[in-house]
Protein backbone atom coordinates (compact mmCIF):
# COMPACT_ATOMS: atom_id res chain seq x y z
CA UNK A 1 0.00 0.00 0.00
CA UNK A 2 0.97 3.79 -0.75
CA UNK A 3 0.17 5.08 2.69
CA UNK A 4 0.62 9.06 3.60
CA UNK A 5 3.67 9.57 4.27
CA UNK A 6 2.72 11.06 7.57
CA UNK A 7 1.71 7.34 8.81
CA UNK A 8 5.45 6.57 9.69
CA UNK A 9 5.51 9.20 12.11
CA UNK A 10 2.03 7.65 14.31
CA UNK A 11 3.67 5.86 17.01
CA UNK A 12 1.09 3.98 19.61
CA UNK A 13 0.32 2.23 22.60
CA UNK A 14 2.52 -1.13 23.73
CA UNK A 15 -0.29 -2.22 26.18
CA UNK A 16 -2.13 -3.01 23.14
CA UNK A 17 0.14 -4.90 21.27
CA UNK A 18 1.04 -7.00 24.92
CA UNK A 19 -2.43 -7.33 25.61
CA UNK A 20 -2.75 -8.81 22.04
CA UNK A 21 0.58 -11.56 22.67
CA UNK A 22 -0.92 -12.21 26.01
CA UNK A 23 -4.38 -13.38 24.56
CA UNK A 24 -2.88 -15.09 21.92
CA UNK A 25 -1.02 -17.01 24.37
CA UNK A 26 -4.08 -17.53 26.48
CA UNK A 27 -6.00 -19.13 23.49
CA UNK A 28 -2.80 -21.73 22.91
CA UNK A 29 -3.81 -22.71 26.69
CA UNK A 30 -1.36 -20.69 28.77
CA UNK A 31 -2.79 -19.13 32.12
CA UNK A 32 -1.35 -15.00 31.70
CA UNK A 33 -1.88 -12.57 34.34
CA UNK A 34 -2.25 -9.69 33.26
CA UNK A 35 -0.84 -6.75 34.66
CA UNK A 36 -0.04 -4.91 31.34
CA UNK A 37 -3.46 -3.33 30.94
CA UNK A 38 -4.24 -0.11 32.26
CA UNK A 39 -7.73 -0.33 33.55
CA UNK A 40 -9.54 -1.02 37.12
CA UNK A 41 -10.99 -4.46 37.00
CA UNK A 42 -13.81 -3.12 39.13
CA UNK A 43 -17.34 -3.43 37.48
CA UNK A 44 -18.51 -0.23 36.93
CA UNK A 45 -20.95 0.87 39.72
CA UNK A 46 -24.21 -0.50 39.24
CA UNK A 47 -26.38 2.98 39.66
CA UNK A 48 -24.05 4.41 36.33
CA UNK A 49 -24.94 0.87 34.53
CA UNK A 50 -28.40 1.38 35.52
CA UNK A 51 -28.18 5.20 34.03
CA UNK A 52 -26.92 3.71 31.08
CA UNK A 53 -29.34 1.20 30.30
CA UNK A 54 -32.59 3.55 31.24
CA UNK A 55 -31.11 6.59 28.72
CA UNK A 56 -30.94 3.39 25.71
CA UNK A 57 -34.60 2.12 27.10
CA UNK A 58 -35.70 6.56 27.44
CA UNK A 59 -34.70 6.50 23.67
CA UNK A 60 -31.33 8.18 23.88
CA UNK A 61 -30.10 6.62 20.73
CA UNK A 62 -29.31 9.54 18.68
CA UNK A 63 -26.50 11.75 17.74
CA UNK A 64 -25.71 14.22 20.58
CA UNK A 65 -24.80 18.35 20.43
CA UNK A 66 -21.11 17.45 19.57
CA UNK A 67 -19.19 18.92 22.43
CA UNK A 68 -21.81 16.83 24.51
CA UNK A 69 -25.26 17.12 26.14
CA UNK A 70 -26.13 20.64 28.07
CA UNK A 71 -26.23 18.73 31.52
CA UNK A 72 -23.42 16.63 31.59
CA UNK A 73 -21.02 19.84 30.06
CA UNK A 74 -22.98 21.45 33.37
CA UNK A 75 -21.87 18.88 35.38
CA UNK A 76 -18.73 18.38 34.57
CA UNK A 77 -17.51 22.32 35.15
CA UNK A 78 -19.33 22.18 38.04
CA UNK A 79 -17.37 19.15 39.01
CA UNK A 80 -14.22 21.13 37.24
CA UNK A 81 -14.63 24.26 38.96
CA UNK A 82 -15.09 22.74 43.00
CA UNK A 83 -12.10 20.52 42.50
CA UNK A 84 -9.72 22.93 41.23
CA UNK A 85 -11.46 25.75 42.74
CA UNK A 86 -11.95 28.16 40.00
CA UNK A 87 -14.42 29.42 37.71
CA UNK A 88 -15.83 26.88 34.58
CA UNK A 89 -18.65 27.31 32.23
CA UNK A 90 -20.16 24.84 30.60
CA UNK A 91 -18.77 26.21 26.84
CA UNK A 92 -15.47 25.72 28.18
CA UNK A 93 -16.33 21.80 28.00
CA UNK A 94 -16.20 19.09 25.40
CA UNK A 95 -17.10 15.76 25.77
CA UNK A 96 -15.47 13.02 24.11
CA UNK A 97 -14.89 8.96 23.61
CA UNK A 98 -12.54 8.91 26.06
CA UNK A 99 -10.08 11.31 27.14
CA UNK A 100 -7.80 10.16 24.98
CA UNK A 101 -9.42 12.34 21.81
CA UNK A 102 -8.32 15.53 23.61
CA UNK A 103 -5.03 14.96 23.25
CA UNK A 104 -5.48 14.28 20.08
CA UNK A 105 -7.51 17.09 19.01
CA UNK A 106 -6.01 19.84 20.85
CA UNK A 107 -1.97 18.84 19.55
CA UNK A 108 -3.80 18.86 16.13
CA UNK A 109 -5.47 22.57 16.69
CA UNK A 110 -2.24 23.96 18.53
CA UNK A 111 0.78 22.41 17.18
CA UNK A 112 2.20 23.85 13.81
CA UNK A 113 5.04 21.80 12.16
CA UNK A 114 8.49 22.76 13.80
CA UNK A 115 7.07 23.85 17.08
CA UNK A 116 8.53 22.61 20.19
CA UNK A 117 6.59 20.48 22.86
CA UNK A 118 7.76 19.89 26.18
CA UNK A 119 6.90 16.70 27.82
CA UNK A 120 7.82 14.53 30.10
CA UNK A 121 9.58 11.34 29.48
CA UNK A 122 8.94 8.75 30.57
CA UNK A 123 5.05 9.82 29.39
CA UNK A 124 2.04 8.07 27.93
CA UNK A 125 3.45 7.52 24.43
CA UNK A 126 0.15 8.75 22.94
CA UNK A 127 1.67 12.47 23.60
CA UNK A 128 4.92 11.88 21.49
CA UNK A 129 2.80 10.17 18.51
CA UNK A 130 0.33 12.81 18.13
CA UNK A 131 3.53 15.72 18.48
CA UNK A 132 5.83 13.50 15.91
CA UNK A 133 2.19 13.12 13.57
CA UNK A 134 1.62 16.90 13.41
CA UNK A 135 5.08 17.70 12.43
CA UNK A 136 5.99 18.99 16.29
CA UNK A 137 9.09 18.46 17.62
CA UNK A 138 8.65 16.87 21.32
CA UNK A 139 11.29 18.08 24.27
CA UNK A 140 12.06 15.47 26.98
CA UNK A 141 12.16 16.38 30.60
CA UNK A 142 13.57 13.04 32.17
CA UNK A 143 11.82 11.95 34.96
CA UNK A 144 13.78 9.64 37.92
CA UNK A 145 13.54 7.20 40.47
CA UNK A 146 15.78 9.34 42.53
CA UNK A 147 13.71 12.36 42.43
CA UNK A 148 10.00 10.22 43.14
CA UNK A 149 9.39 10.96 39.33
CA UNK A 150 8.91 14.54 39.89
CA UNK A 151 10.28 17.14 37.45
CA UNK A 152 13.53 18.83 38.33
CA UNK A 153 12.65 22.37 37.83
CA UNK A 154 15.65 23.76 36.57
CA UNK A 155 15.42 21.09 33.29
CA UNK A 156 11.92 21.75 32.91
CA UNK A 157 13.32 25.95 32.37
CA UNK A 158 15.99 24.93 30.45
CA UNK A 159 13.47 22.51 28.14
CA UNK A 160 11.81 25.98 27.08
CA UNK A 161 12.87 27.61 24.12
CA UNK A 162 11.50 30.80 21.69
CA UNK A 163 10.19 27.45 20.14
CA UNK A 164 8.20 26.10 22.47
CA UNK A 165 4.21 26.17 21.91
CA UNK A 166 2.99 23.66 24.22
CA UNK A 167 3.58 21.80 27.71
CA UNK A 168 2.38 18.59 28.89
CA UNK A 169 1.56 17.48 32.08
CA UNK A 170 0.62 14.48 33.58
CA UNK A 171 0.16 14.18 37.70
CA UNK A 172 -0.98 11.79 38.54
CA UNK A 173 1.61 9.82 36.56
CA UNK A 174 1.36 7.20 34.01
CA UNK A 175 3.50 4.86 33.83
CA UNK A 176 5.56 5.98 37.30
CA UNK A 177 2.41 6.79 39.75
CA UNK A 178 4.45 9.78 40.43
CA UNK A 179 2.59 13.28 41.44
CA UNK A 180 3.51 16.41 41.28
CA UNK A 181 3.19 18.46 44.83
CA UNK A 182 1.88 21.98 45.56
CA UNK A 183 5.25 23.22 45.68
CA UNK A 184 5.76 21.48 42.39
CA UNK A 185 2.70 22.88 40.74
CA UNK A 186 3.62 26.37 42.05
CA UNK A 187 7.71 26.35 40.79
CA UNK A 188 5.85 25.56 37.07
CA UNK A 189 3.56 28.05 37.33
CA UNK A 190 6.05 30.59 38.55
CA UNK A 191 8.08 29.63 35.44
CA UNK A 192 5.39 29.62 32.97
CA UNK A 193 4.26 32.74 33.59
CA UNK A 194 6.95 34.45 32.21
CA UNK A 195 5.93 32.65 28.59
CA UNK A 196 2.21 34.06 28.39
CA UNK A 197 2.22 32.73 24.67
CA UNK A 198 3.02 28.60 25.87
CA UNK A 199 -0.52 26.60 26.20
CA UNK A 200 -0.38 23.82 28.75
CA UNK A 201 -1.69 20.62 28.03
CA UNK A 202 -2.73 18.99 32.02
CA UNK A 203 -3.69 15.51 31.69
CA UNK A 204 -5.51 14.72 35.11
CA UNK A 205 -7.12 11.86 34.39
CA UNK A 206 -5.57 9.96 37.63
CA UNK A 207 -6.32 13.22 40.01
CA UNK A 208 -9.31 11.20 41.81
CA UNK A 209 -6.70 8.19 42.31
CA UNK A 210 -4.15 9.61 44.57
CA UNK A 211 -3.45 8.26 47.79
CA UNK A 212 -1.93 11.10 49.59
CA UNK A 213 -2.47 14.92 50.08
CA UNK A 214 -4.96 17.22 47.82
CA UNK A 215 -5.11 16.98 44.50
CA UNK A 216 -2.98 20.15 42.84
CA UNK A 217 -3.45 21.10 39.38
CA UNK A 218 -1.73 23.77 37.37
CA UNK A 219 -5.35 25.03 36.21
CA UNK A 220 -5.78 26.17 39.92
CA UNK A 221 -2.72 28.72 39.55
CA UNK A 222 -3.34 32.36 38.67
CA UNK A 223 -2.89 33.18 35.17
CA UNK A 224 -3.22 29.34 34.21
CA UNK A 225 -6.72 28.11 34.19
CA UNK A 226 -8.49 26.63 31.37
CA UNK A 227 -10.37 30.32 30.88
CA UNK A 228 -6.42 31.80 29.49
CA UNK A 229 -4.14 28.81 27.96
CA UNK A 230 -4.21 25.26 29.74
CA UNK A 231 -6.66 22.36 28.60
CA UNK A 232 -7.53 20.06 31.24
CA UNK A 233 -8.06 16.59 30.04
CA UNK A 234 -9.79 14.16 32.63
CA UNK A 235 -12.80 11.61 32.37
CA UNK A 236 -14.24 8.49 33.36
CA UNK A 237 -12.58 5.67 32.29
CA UNK A 238 -10.17 4.94 35.73
CA UNK A 239 -12.26 6.78 38.29
CA UNK A 240 -15.37 5.44 37.87
CA UNK A 241 -13.98 2.22 35.86
CA UNK A 242 -15.88 3.29 32.69
CA UNK A 243 -12.90 2.30 30.28
CA UNK A 244 -15.05 0.30 27.60
CA UNK A 245 -18.00 3.15 27.70
CA UNK A 246 -15.34 5.70 25.97
CA UNK A 247 -16.05 8.65 28.33
CA UNK A 248 -13.96 11.25 28.74
CA UNK A 249 -13.57 15.48 28.43
CA UNK A 250 -11.27 18.67 27.77
CA UNK A 251 -11.81 21.89 29.74
CA UNK A 252 -10.16 24.75 27.80
CA UNK A 253 -10.73 28.47 26.79
CA UNK A 254 -14.41 28.64 24.83
CA UNK A 255 -12.55 29.91 21.95
CA UNK A 256 -10.64 26.34 21.09
CA UNK A 257 -13.53 24.33 22.53
CA UNK A 258 -15.55 25.39 19.59
CA UNK A 259 -12.43 24.17 17.59
CA UNK A 260 -11.67 21.23 19.09
CA UNK A 261 -15.51 20.58 18.91
CA UNK A 262 -14.97 21.14 14.66
CA UNK A 263 -12.57 18.44 14.64
CA UNK A 264 -14.63 16.10 16.82
CA UNK A 265 -17.82 16.95 14.46
CA UNK A 266 -14.86 15.78 11.45
CA UNK A 267 -14.03 12.70 13.09
CA UNK A 268 -16.46 10.82 15.37
CA UNK A 269 -19.41 13.30 15.40
CA UNK A 270 -20.29 13.27 19.16
CA UNK A 271 -19.91 10.66 22.18
CA UNK A 272 -22.16 8.15 22.27
CA UNK A 273 -25.46 9.32 24.23
CA UNK A 274 -26.23 6.79 26.32
CA UNK A 275 -22.62 6.67 27.72
CA UNK A 276 -22.77 10.50 28.89
CA UNK A 277 -25.89 9.99 30.53
CA UNK A 278 -24.22 7.32 32.39
CA UNK A 279 -21.26 9.44 32.79
CA UNK A 280 -24.03 12.07 34.29
CA UNK A 281 -25.63 9.53 36.86
CA UNK A 282 -21.26 8.90 37.93
CA UNK A 283 -20.89 12.48 38.52
CA UNK A 284 -24.10 13.16 40.17
CA UNK A 285 -24.64 9.98 42.29
CA UNK A 286 -23.12 8.31 45.34
CA UNK A 287 -19.06 8.68 45.11
CA UNK A 288 -18.50 5.74 47.37
CA UNK A 289 -17.87 3.22 44.76
CA UNK A 290 -14.10 5.69 44.10
CA UNK A 291 -13.46 5.39 48.13
CA UNK A 292 -13.43 2.16 48.11
CA UNK A 293 -11.83 1.64 44.85
CA UNK A 294 -8.85 3.65 46.05
CA UNK A 295 -8.70 1.82 49.21
CA UNK A 296 -8.37 -1.32 47.65
CA UNK A 297 -5.90 0.27 44.93
CA UNK A 298 -4.00 1.43 48.16
CA UNK A 299 -3.69 -2.37 49.80
CA UNK A 300 -2.58 -3.55 46.44
CA UNK A 301 0.01 -0.88 45.97
CA UNK A 302 1.49 -1.89 49.29
CA UNK A 303 1.31 -5.70 48.32
CA UNK A 304 2.98 -5.14 45.03
CA UNK A 305 5.79 -3.02 46.02
CA UNK A 306 6.61 -5.02 49.04
CA UNK A 307 6.92 -8.20 47.13
CA UNK A 308 9.04 -6.47 43.97
CA UNK A 309 11.21 -5.05 46.48
CA UNK A 310 12.01 -8.67 47.47
CA UNK A 311 12.71 -9.99 44.36
CA UNK A 312 16.72 -10.50 43.10
CA UNK A 313 17.68 -7.07 41.36
CA UNK A 314 14.79 -5.30 41.69
CA UNK A 315 13.81 -1.73 43.95
CA UNK A 316 10.47 -0.12 43.64
CA UNK A 317 9.66 3.25 45.49
CA UNK A 318 5.89 3.60 46.49
CA UNK A 319 3.66 5.67 43.78
CA UNK A 320 1.94 8.20 45.40
CA UNK A 321 -1.40 8.13 42.73
CA UNK A 322 -2.72 6.32 39.63
CA UNK A 323 -2.70 2.52 39.76
CA UNK A 324 0.86 1.74 38.08
CA UNK A 325 4.03 0.32 39.62
CA UNK A 326 7.19 1.23 38.03
CA UNK A 327 10.06 -0.80 39.83
CA UNK A 328 14.12 -0.20 39.03
CA UNK A 329 15.16 -3.50 37.20
CA UNK A 330 18.64 -2.69 36.17
CA UNK A 331 20.17 -5.31 39.16
CA UNK A 332 18.42 -8.31 37.11
CA UNK A 333 21.24 -7.14 34.23
CA UNK A 334 18.54 -7.78 31.40
CA UNK A 335 17.31 -4.52 29.20
CA UNK A 336 13.68 -3.81 29.88
CA UNK A 337 12.11 -5.14 26.93
CA UNK A 338 13.80 -8.29 27.07
CA UNK A 339 13.37 -8.69 30.84
CA UNK A 340 9.29 -7.82 30.02
CA UNK A 341 9.30 -10.42 27.04
CA UNK A 342 10.82 -12.99 29.30
CA UNK A 343 8.44 -12.50 32.30
CA UNK A 344 5.40 -13.03 29.69
CA UNK A 345 6.76 -15.99 27.89
CA UNK A 346 8.67 -17.76 30.91
CA UNK A 347 6.21 -16.70 34.03
CA UNK A 348 3.25 -15.83 31.79
CA UNK A 349 2.70 -12.70 33.58
CA UNK A 350 2.31 -9.46 30.67
CA UNK A 351 4.04 -6.45 31.75
CA UNK A 352 5.88 -3.27 29.72
CA UNK A 353 8.88 -2.55 29.22
CA UNK A 354 9.77 0.77 30.42
CA UNK A 355 10.81 1.85 27.14
CA UNK A 356 7.29 2.04 25.72
CA UNK A 357 7.00 5.01 27.69
CA UNK A 358 10.14 6.51 26.05
CA UNK A 359 13.92 6.73 26.22
CA UNK A 360 14.38 7.38 29.95
CA UNK A 361 12.20 4.45 30.80
CA UNK A 362 15.12 1.84 30.39
CA UNK A 363 16.13 0.06 33.24
CA UNK A 364 12.23 -0.29 34.44
CA UNK A 365 9.16 -2.26 34.41
CA UNK A 366 5.64 -1.17 34.49
CA UNK A 367 3.01 -3.05 36.69
CA UNK A 368 -0.67 -1.85 36.45
CA UNK A 369 -1.42 -3.35 40.27
CA UNK A 370 -5.39 -2.76 39.14
CA UNK A 371 -6.03 -6.36 39.81
CA UNK A 372 -7.05 -9.21 42.70
CA UNK A 373 -4.71 -9.40 45.51
CA UNK A 374 -4.80 -13.12 44.21
CA UNK A 375 -3.10 -12.55 41.52
CA UNK A 376 -0.77 -9.83 42.38
CA UNK A 377 0.70 -12.16 44.63
CA UNK A 378 0.70 -14.99 42.00
CA UNK A 379 2.56 -13.26 39.82
CA UNK A 380 5.17 -12.07 42.38
CA UNK A 381 5.84 -15.73 42.95
CA UNK A 382 6.36 -16.57 39.32
CA UNK A 383 8.62 -13.49 38.51
CA UNK A 384 10.47 -14.53 41.38
CA UNK A 385 10.79 -17.75 40.10
CA UNK A 386 12.13 -16.49 36.64
CA UNK A 387 14.68 -14.01 38.37
CA UNK A 388 16.19 -15.97 40.57
CA UNK A 389 17.34 -17.92 37.39
CA UNK A 390 18.26 -15.08 35.43
CA UNK A 391 19.18 -12.32 37.65
CA UNK A 392 22.84 -11.31 37.59
C1 LIG B 1 -2.09 9.34 31.31
C2 LIG B 1 -3.31 8.92 30.57
N1 LIG B 1 -4.05 9.84 29.97
C3 LIG B 1 -5.16 9.52 29.28
C4 LIG B 1 -5.56 8.21 29.16
C5 LIG B 1 -6.75 7.91 28.31
O1 LIG B 1 -7.82 7.39 28.94
P1 LIG B 1 -9.20 7.13 28.21
O2 LIG B 1 -9.09 7.54 26.78
O3 LIG B 1 -9.47 5.68 28.38
O4 LIG B 1 -10.19 7.98 28.94
C6 LIG B 1 -4.83 7.21 29.79
C7 LIG B 1 -5.21 5.80 29.65
O5 LIG B 1 -4.48 4.88 29.91
C8 LIG B 1 -3.68 7.57 30.53
O6 LIG B 1 -2.94 6.66 31.17
Given at each position: ???????????????????????????????IIHLE????D???????????????????????????????????????????????????????????????????????????????????????????????????????Q?????????????????????????????PTG?????????????????????????????????Y????????????????????????????????????????????????????????????????????????????????????EFRALRDLIVDGLNGLPGVECITPQ?AFYAFPRIVGT???A??LA?LLL?EAGVACL?G?????????HLRLSYANSRENISRALERMGEVLSRVA?
Amino acid sequence: MKLASRMERLGTETAFSVLAKAKALEAEGREIIHLEIGEPDFGTPAHIVEAGCRALREGHTHYTPTAGIPELREAIAGDVARSRRIDVGPEQVVVTPGGKPIMFFSILALVEEGDEVLLPNPAFPIYESMVDFVGGRPVFVPLRQENGFRFDLGEFRAGLSGRTKLVILNSPANPTGGVLTAEDIAGLAEILRERPDVYVLSDEIYSRLLYTGDFASIASERGLGPDGRTIILDGFSKTYAMTGWRLGYGVMPAELAEEVAKLQVNSNSCTSAATQYAGLAALEGPQDAVEEMLSEFRALRDLIVDGLNGLPGVECITPQGAFYAFPRIVGTGRPADELADLLLDEAGVACLSGTAFGLHGEGHLRLSYANSRENISRALERMGEVLSRVAL
